[in-house]
């Protein structure tokens, strides 16, 4: 879809609609909203919905940044002690890695 | 893989089965309209006529000047630029618009090129680097025939019969959907696109998740994976279905185009795969190109109800479908009606034999719901007609939410003032008794295209159907191994595009795009695995490179 093509309320529909959705677990549709609409927020001369735009690419950015934090630290925790919390590591694991001969 | 898994793999199949039906049906040339507009207009208007038109065209309304006689000249017709935003007047404005064309063409044609080289590329580094998709082991349902015997004699009507089924399975979709679009069972039909599209977008993913980890031994946890599975899925559905990016939304369809190529190659045997090729192409050929054929007819209604076949089923190089749901706003009635200065009413005139599809439209269209036309459009609508003194059908469309409107084009409600004016003409001709024989046509004013300029109109469409086999295809020859067999395939499927590309230049409609593509890559591999390679090798053994 073309934004440049859309109507200005249009965008803010649009724009808060990815936000709210990101709540449901999806830090990806933020990041999607992030990059969709940065050039809108920042980049265009204003009008009256801009500054709404703006404020949900800088709350949806910050939710994806507060995401990929707790995601690799997350990782990082597990794959450090996997081999330490044992059968529950193991439980929980997708794919557990081979080991090379 | 357990047996659970194989229902689903089938009815993704099925599913795909309708994109494949899809695939031919889904390229076509958005120009033409327009073309046969100017044409029409080039014919019959003289250059008083056009130097008028121009005026209206700055002036504004034109409604005051109702009658006007055109007189048919001999002159160089001049052409009107319909849109305004195409090319000027002049004495070699056809060799122009051919140029344009080639242009236009030779760009698509890249356009093209890109995405159905990333989906094959997808495909190919899948094959390579996961052993999983190589081998089969599985079977879909479709294929009750395995291929287990040594014997090539059984292999081959093991072969013919699985190709047999498939393709029953294949036709009995695509009439199926047929009747549905026919009947305008537009929600049974996104259900049944919405589902397929889910499944490949979150089990078949799954799937391609868990392998490519496998195959690259990388450590994943369960929250992390289901996590992952969420959000590449949920975004795939909005991008899909609803509005995204149009970047993010092409990928996801080649994305999915891949997975389905990568299912069939999985689960085909292969003979059956090989013949599955051969037999779908056939059957491209003929659904899209003979008179009756379900694409055909699926194509010629979409065109008489001015509508985009489902974005789930095309790869458009453009915006064309997405483009609609952006443009009602409920805020702004008549969004760019009265303030744009290109909004003006330009003189259309058209002959009388170009109405046959569009006068029952508007009468059935008043039953069903009508998403993605707006306010404005009715409002102009009757305002023509009290101008015009003609009684018009005016009916209400009822405005659904956006999500329906992503099916639908802005072309129809654009067209709409066009087909009223048609049908004037064509009732004032009839009863003035002059017919179409005449020279002199009256010309009535119409308001042109909202929209002054629409550069996307101009977007070719595949299907992703024709992405899979392509697909499939080379993923296929890439499976033995050869890599002088991968590239060769790929090149004559991209030479087979190319030709198919130049012949819809020619002829202008909807055309198949798999049968020379396939053809040409079959032949190739085949020919390659058979001559070339050896020959390579025998080079390289005899040292007659160095």
């Not at chain 2, 005449?438 to 629409?454: C, F, I, K, M």
Request: a neutral charge; charged letters at 15%; one cysteine or more.
């Amino acid at each position: 879809m073309d934004l440049s093509k859309a109507p200005n309320p249009r965008k803010l529909q649009l724009c808060r609609t990815y936000f709210l959705t990101g709540f449901a677990f999806l830090p990806f549709v933020w990041a999607i909203n992030v990059c969709w609409f940065f050039a809108e927020a920042f980049r265009k001369p204003t009008y009256p919905e801009q500054s709404q735009i703006k404020r949900y690419v800088i709350y949806s950015a910050i939710g994806t940044l507060f995401w990929t934090i707790a995601l690799i630290t997350w990782i990082v925790i597990f794959q450090t002690n996997r081999a330490a919390w044992g059968a529950t590591a193991d439980y929980i694991s997708f794919i557990i890695p081979l080991g090379s001969a | 893989m357990d047996e659970h898994d194989v229902p689903s793999s089938s009815a993704a199949a099925a599913a795909a089965d309708v994109d494949d039906s899809q695939s031919g049906a889904a390229e076509r040339l958005e120009r033409p309209p327009r073309r046969q507009q100017k044409q029409k207009i080039s014919n019959y208007g003289s250059n008083e006529q056009l130097e008028r038109n121009n005026a209206d065209h700055t002036d504004g309304p034109v409604l005051a000047v109702p009658y006007v006689v055109v007189r048919g000249t001999n002159s160089q017709p001049p052409r009107l630029s319909a849109g305004g935003a195409d090319g000027g007047p002049g004495p070699s404005q056809q060799e122009l618009e051919e140029e344009q064309g080639l242009k236009y063409g030779a760009q698509h044609v890249i356009k093209l090129f890109v995405p159905v080289s990333l989906c094959m590329l997808v495909v190919v580094a899948t094959i390579n680097s996961i052993s999983f998709y190589n081998s089969t082991d599985v079977y879909l349902l479709y294929t009750p025939f395995h291929e287990l015997s040594p014997e090539p004699s059984v292999k081959l009507w093991n072969a013919l019969a699985n190709s047999l089924i498939l393709m029953s399975v294949v036709v009995v979709m695509t009439i199926l959907l047929i009747v549905l679009y026919k009947k305008r069972c537009y929600r049974v039909i996104h259900g049944w696109l919405i589902l397929s599209s889910f499944m490949l977008l979150f089990i078949f993913t799954y799937l391609y998740l868990e392998e490519l980890l496998r195959a690259y031994n990388i450590p994943m946890d369960y929250p992390t994976a289901v996590l992952i599975m969420w959000n590449f899925g949920v975004a795939g559905m909005m991008s899909i279905h609803w509005h995204g990016p149009l970047r993010l939304q092409q990928g996801y369809l080649i994305f999915v185009a891949a997975l389905m190529a990568l299912v069939f190659i999985k689960y085909l045997p292969e003979w059956t795969a090989w013949a599955v090729l051969a037999a779908i192409s056939i059957w491209d050929l003929i659904a899209v190109l003979s008179p009756r054929g379900p694409l055909r007819i699926l194509v010629e209604t979409a065109q008489e109800r001015n509508e985009q076949i489902f974005p789930a089923l095309i790869y458009s190089s453009t915006v064309i479908y997405t483009y609609m749901g952006t443009h009602y706003t409920p805020e702004q009635p008549l969004p760019t009606a009265t303030s744009s200065p290109s909004y003006s009413n330009s003189t259309t005139t058209t002959r009388t034999t170009q109405n046959s599809l569009a006068s029952p439209e508007p009468a059935t269209g008043g039953s069903t719901a009508r998403p993605g036309n707006s306010r404005a459009h009715q409002r102009q609508q009757e305002t023509q007609a009290a101008a015009e003194g003609m009684p018009l059908v005016t009916f209400k469309r009822n405005l659904h939410g956006n999500e329906e409107a992503a099916g639908f084009t802005q072309e129809w409600s654009a067209n709409l003032n066009d087909r009223v004016a048609r049908r004037q003409i064509e009732v004032q001709s009839t009863q003035s008794g002059n017919g179409r024989l005449s020279n002199e046509y009256r010309t009535v004013t119409a308001p042109d295209q909202p929209q002054p300029e629409l550069p996307e109109e101009r977007g070719i469409k595949l299907g992703l159907g024709d992405f899979i086999f392509y697909s499939v295809l080379v993923g296929k020859a890439s499976s033995y191994g050869d890599w002088t067999t991968t590239i060769a395939c790929f090149v004559a499927i991209l030479i087979g595009l190319c030709l198919t590309l130049l012949l819809l230049a020619v002829w202008r409609k909807a055309l198949p795009a798999l049968p020379i593509s396939i053809t040409f890559g079959l032949i190739f591999c085949f020919a390659t695995s058979a001559v070339v390679k050896p020959f390579m090798e025998n080079l390289s053994a005899k040292q007659v490179f160095i």
